[in-house]
Nanobody, 127 residues
């Protein structure tokens, strides 16, 4: 099992930036995929970005491409989501999720593929 804890959320004006962190602990000695999801009021939870163990493959939601960057530091067991040029529609609770993967370059794009979830961190973007 890989437990994750998110941090870095907050209140920011439109056009501003935030960096979210996802610290992993537990059985981190195997390959694991990481994803950032968000859940906005009145909307379903959606995958924002995901990254393979070796960072060779990433996935981004169309609406965040060019603004968000996912990265990871396996030595620190931490995954980051750099969010630039934030928009009011980015307001949501952001969750980090993980799952083991058989290969180092796997990326998961479905919520059902993720096994362990954090408690979330709130991001509010004011206009």
């Amino acid at each position: 099992q890989v437990d994750v804890v998110e941090s870095g959320g907050g209140l920011v004006q439109a056009g501003g930036s935030l960096r979210l962190s996802c610290a992993a602990s537990g059985r981190t000695d195997s390959y694991y995929v990481c994803g950032w999801f968000r859940h906005a009021p009145g909307k379903g939870r959606e995958l924002v970005a995901s990254i393979s163990w070796n960072a060779a493959n990433t996935y981004y939601l169309d609406s965040v491409k060019g603004r968000f960057t996912i990265s990871r530091d396996n030595a620190k067991h931490t995954v980051y989501l750099q969010m630039n040029n934030l928009l009011p529609e980015d307001t949501a609770i952001y969750y980090c999720a993980t799952a083991y993967s058989f290969y180092a370059n796997y990326v998961y794009k479905s919520q059902r593929e993720y096994a362990w979830w954090g408690q979330g961190t709130r991001v509010t973007v004011s206009s």
